[in-house]
Every structure is written in structure tokens, then in C-alpha cells.
């Protein structure tokens, strides 16, 4: 405890290990404000003395609750306590409140490393590639001497329990040995002259032959003669666990990219063998999928997303083998990432019946803060389909719109006519719409992807835009996203990163992009700021594009297609009899219901319609499309009969849900078998939704990883339909080995001196492009100059003044605005100065009263 500065002993002893708590300790809190004592309890054993008296607290003293932690916790007061008080003469806090109150407090930082540092503060976002020049490091870390030093090191980017600080534990073929504390893992030199991180079969070192046991990573030796410590870059997995498919399965993915022609060549180099199956290595360890990739004449989808169908048809494969072609596997990362975030996942079976939901042994989460949640009903995107009406929005900007699907697009998409009233149809996409064509109406259009795809990629080092893309494809029908990539001249960062010919420019990041903005040609006109600006004067604008092909260091983001939401309405047209697909219709209270379907493919549930979907009759026998298909029938005639609908063809049904929220059928966070239970749903579309506050007390209260296993779960079809619970338990068993093998694990491994040397700050410096100096004197004074210098400099651009460019109006409007403001902008900065006031006398008696406060103060 601590009183006002004095320290006073706790006698009571915490379970811990490295200075971190091993399990949950409950500490009780009793004040007695007559006697004026206060009193500790540790899970539930109250101390037989008072730990503070009246010695501490004086009379009328006012006290309230407070907490000082780095790690969680949470104060209870009351009244449900785990553990009793003292004596029944206690009562509650007051004011309390009869609930958990968090007061977590997560460890950002190392406070062992960071000792002495300056302050800075980052408002917004920042790249450290794009917005730090330069890293001044304290001259501390040249001149420590070795006494001072650690010899640890740092291992980042394996599992968590083989991640962490390793001490030196002894020698090894005559170099050094590391041990992770607590851990069943080391480091060491190999015979095979290589370092390995490897897994400890025991914990007793000298038990273990360390050349046998199993390596999780591994690093060639550096070359020079008196480096004994481990590479710090250069450590890679086995080729097994950066992930593997069956030879049959690449080479069906490489079909379905069109690259069959180059699979041969690519499946030589990668392949291999893992328990007498040919398999392809995605990293074999003499080179890589995506290096060869490189030298392909026709890339075609790209390496990631050649080895994702991989990885498909291999899991498809699997549940084939085991029967279950209908199934779906549902998961978390094993453990999920200690970070906050979340993720939601729509799964679809076809089949006419209810589905199950099937849940692993393993799965838990680390408390109720972390949580699967699953919805059926509402308005899920699975159930898109033609004559759905949906919300379009694009991804950087504020433009949105709404319209109805009407056709398939390649690549999971689909196309959506714009409504005509939407005000983002404006400038040249509204002389389109409203120009001639033979007769015919026009409408605009766009695309919307099922798992939208975005991928922001930067072209530095001298490496131009117009290095890698052909150029830039103009769509004068589409609104939203008119420009998409034409073809591509070489190999370059975008496909790299996944873009294929016909993915969108995001133009709403482009108008944000400080190089974009700084283009400068009398004929380009002002810099557009908005789609409104872009469509009303879009050959200026296509110049700009031309132009940004010869850029370099510039960010472009692109997309396979536009996010949506689905509207709660469909539009359903019937070329047939309406009888032909939906079996039934009820009407109840004046509303007409869909009670069953005859065939599993019809139009009204590939728009997404459902059962239990209501008729809204006054739109649709208002529809234009509808007139003269009605006969005699008027809306009393169809209410009193709703069979009657079912006879009539060629006409539009206008359907919408009977409720637009989802309802939950599965809410878990923990552990046990009661809480991750078998379920089912009696529709065939479930929505998965996780989410996970990071556990924000890290790693630093349970180390064990199982306890943050997440979930894994098994989407089957219900009632007759239902496999058995043997098959799927199967299939879990071996989901993890076949399944979760192939995609592997991609995170780079990196091992550092848990001391920062000037090997590790340079190395720092050289990943993100900084300059690197020590801190002097005459570094900082040379660094000041330099900053005012170009202070100047932007502040005579903007204010064409060479002799006030001082004045804090023109600095503040320079620098506020350098990022923005266009060189040929018309807009002036205008330096107003105060009028001059007549001078006045000083009294000398205030005079004298001002000097004495100043003394004073």
C-alpha cells in the first residue's frame, strides 16, 4: 500500500510468475469510518489487524474508490460479493450501483525500454512511410556499457507461446543458447550450421537432444567470422507449416485462373512430398509461390488469390471425402488475435429445410467479453439475387445510391440498375441518361461484390503508376465508380496485392492523395474535390489520370466492386405463371403471405424473397409493368382470393419481409459444453458474428493459448436431411491437420536484442525509409534551421510576399493548408493587420503595482 508517499507492507502473497499475475485474485475492501480504519482481504481472508488506522485518516475525511493497474480488473460493490465481509455490521458502498464497474487498463507499451523519451502527440492518421522523415535516437543506446546491457533477445511473429523474451541459458556447437522463461522452447546453433527455433519435447534441458526436437523456424548463419548472435532477418517456417494443397487441387486453381498452360512449370518447382502425398508447398524454402509467380507471361487472378481457390478446393474436397458436400466450416484463427476486432460471416446451405449448427470440443473464449453471436432472418446478403433492391455506397467519399439487381457480373458480382432519381446521376453520366439511344431508355449502372475486396497499393522507389497499369477504363453509365483498370503493362505491387484487370479506381482516396492534388498543367483547371466536381467537367479530369500514370510515391486504392446493403423489398418478374414457383398464398388481416414454394430456383427467391415474405399489393399494382395484366381483379378481388395471383404471368410482384431485424438464435463467450451446444434454425441462412474486446489484459494473466481457442463450427443441413453426428464430429477432427494446413501461416518472423543497439534502430530506420541520426546539439539546432527554412519557403508560395513572410497569419495559413491547396488555387490568403491605437500614458502608480505582482509571481 501506499499512504500520501509512505510505503506500507501488504502481507499477503499473489499467485504470479515474471512479475504477472497466474490467476484471477479477488481483493476485498472494508472501510470503517467510525473507528476509522481500513481493512484488505485476499479471496476472502480479511487480515486479523487493520491495514491503515486512525493514524492515517484523519476525522471528516472523505473517501472514494480508486485503482491503479496495468492489466484488468473491476470493482463490485455489491450486493452479490464473491466473498463475505468482515462482520455483518458492513453494508455496500454508496452509490455503488449493484453492477460490474471495468476499469480495464491495457499495456500499450514496455516501460523497461522506454525510460527517458519525448513527448509526441499524433492527431489523425499518419504513415510512417509517407509522414516521418527522420528517427533521432538518444546517444544512451551507442554508449552503454556491457554491464548495462541485455543479452536477451526478442522473438515477434511466431504463436504466442513461442513468442516473447528468450535468456541466455548456456552454449551450443560454440555458440550461444537461449531459453524463452516459462517455455518448453529454445534457440540454437545447429550442426546443419543454421539457427533453429525449436519445441522442447521436456523442460529439462538436459533431458532433450536438441538436433531432434521439432523446429518452428529456422535462419542461415551470418557469414562473418565473430557474429555469435542469431540473424535478426532471414528466419523462415518449415515448408509444412507455411502451407500445402494436393498437387490436383493447385492445378485445378491454376485452370480456373486461366494459367493452365504455366501450372506444369509452377508445380515443379513448388512440389514435394508430406507423408507420401504430392503435395504443392506454397514456400518450399528455395523459393516461393509468389516469386514465381513473378516470372509468369499471363498472371492472370494473382498468387493469393490462386492459392485461396486452392485452399477451397481442397477444404471441398475433404468434406466430399467425408460425405458432407453440403456443409460449410465456420472459424476463428486458433488462438484468435489478442487485438480488439470482429468479423461477421453469412453462411447459405442449399436445401428446403432447417439447418444445424454443430460446435467443436475446443471452444472457448477468454471471458463473456468475447463473444459468437449467430442471426438468421432479416436482411442478409446471401440472399441477393435478381430484383433485389439494394444500397450502394462507394468506398471513400459520400456518395451512395440506390437500385435494383438485375443481372450476374463474373468474379461474385452483381449489376445494379441506379434508380433514375438518384442526384449522383448528374454532369456527363446525366447527359448519357437523358441522350437518345434509338429510342430506348437508358438507366446507369454499377457493380456490387458479394465480399467486397480492397486493396490500397504504393508505388515508391521510382516505381511509376504507368510501370505497372496499361491505364484507365472510362464507363460513362457508372455513377458511382467509372474508372477501372484497362490492362496492365508488366508485372507490378498491384497485382502483387490481388487487382485484376476490371477492379474499380476508388477516385474519393484519389481526390485525397497529396500527389494527385499537386499536379500541375494549365490545362487541368481546379483540383476536383468531390464526384459532383469530377462528373461535370470529366475530360479535365481524364487528363489528371493520364498524368498519374508517370507518378511515383503515390497510393492508389482499388476494389472489385461496391459494398451494399439489401433494402427490405424485392421486385420479383414473372415471365411465367406465378403458380410456377410459389405453391401458396394467405392472407391474413389484408395481408398476403408466401406459405410455401414448389421448386427450389424460381425468380422470387433468387431476389430473395422467402416464406413468410409479404405482398405489398398497392405498389405493385401500381407498377407501370403491371398495366392491363390484371383483367378484372381489383386489390378487394386478390385479398379475398390471394390464390387468383397465382394464375397470372408476365407481370412484377412487389415482395417484403415480414421483419427487418434479424432474430438470434445463439449467443456464447467461455467455456463448456452447455454454452457451445448444438443448435438449429429453421431457415437455411445463418449469420455468424464475433467479436472480441482483444482481451486487453494481453498475455500478461494466462499465457495458455487454448484459452483463447475461439470457435469452430460446422454449418450441416437439418431434420431428414441431417448428418450423422459421427461424420461430423470427423470432419472437425480433421479440419485442423487437412483443412487449416493449407492456408498456412504467412506472419514474418523477426528476432531483435531486447536492447536497442545501433544495428536495431538502423534496421528500423531502413524497413520504413527514415533517416536515422544521433541526438546532438548541433544536430537539433541544424534541424530547427532547416524546419524554419522550409516554413519560409511554403509560406512565400502561398502568399507571393517576400518581405512579411514571417507574419503568423501567412505561416499558419502555409502550413494548414500545404497538403490541400493547390499551387494555381484562386483562393487568396488575405493578411489583415490591426489598425494602429493611439498610443496612451502609463499611470506610474499601475506601473509600479504591475512590476510588484510580476515580482511576486
Known sequence: HEWRGERLPFNSLWPSENGNLTSDVVIGVAVDFDKRQIFFATNGEWRSKPDFTEAHLRKNLSLYPALSVKGRAGFNFGPNFKHAAPSSSFT???????????????????????????????????????NVQRLVANKKFLEMQKSQRSWAIRVDGLEPEFNGSYQRAGAKNNMPLYRKNGGKCAIFFSEKKEWRIVELSDTEMEKVDLEQQKVMAHALASELKDDTAPPRIGWERPPEEMGYVAVEDFRSAMKKGSNDAESSKIIQLLRGTVSGEEVVFRSPGKTTLEAEWEKLANPGMGAEATWSAAVEISQDRLMNKLGLPQCKVIETAHPYETAEHSFTKTVSIETDGPIEVHFGKECRTYDHRTTLCVYGGGLSKALVGVGARVHVKVPTGREEAHGTIFGRAEGGRWKVRVDKDEAEICGCFKEWVDSSDNGRDRYCMSCV???????TVIYSDGTTVGSEIAGFRFDTSDPLVPFSVSGFNAKGPAQTAGVMVGWFLDLGALLKEEQFIELDAPELGPVPTSMTEVANNIGNFQKRLDMLLSLTDVALTFVNGLDFQLLPQCRVKYEEAVGSEISGLSEKGGVITIDGFSKTAGPAQQSGARVGWQLNLPETLQLAINAGKWSDLSQDDIIQDPSKLLELSEVMLVFEPSTFEPEEFFKGSSQGQEVWKRFQMPINTAQFVFTTDGDRGGWFFDADPKRRYGFLAVVTPGGAAAPSEEKVQALM??????????????????????????????????RHGWEFEWMTEDGERRRRIE????????????????????????VTAALGGAMTTHKKEQKKIMQLQAPEEPEQKEDPKASKAKDAKGKKR
Open 733 to 766: 477432427d480433421s479440419w485442423g491437420d487437412k483443412a487449416t494446413r493449407a492456408i498456412g501461416k504467412r506472419s514474418k518472423i523477426s528476432v531483435e536484442p531486447e536492447d536497442w543497439d545501433e544495428a536495431r534502430l538502423r534496421a528500423l530506420c531502413d
Open 787 to 810: 524546419g524554419a527554412q522550409r516554413a519560409r519557403k511554403v509560406a512565400q508560395k502561398c502568399t507571393k510576399d517576400e518581405g512579411a513572410w514571417w507574419r503568423l497569419s501567412s
Open 449 to 455: 461484390a458479394e465480399e467486397q475486396k480492397k486493396c
Open 92 to 130: 455496500t458502498w454508496p452509490g455503488g450501483g449493484d453492477m460490474l464497474v471495468r476499469v480495464d487498463c491495457p499495456i500499450l507499451g514496455n516501460s523497461q525500454r522506454i525510460r527517458i523519451y519525448k513527448e509526441i502527440q499524433i492527431h489523425g492518421e499518419v504513415s510512417l512511410k509517407r
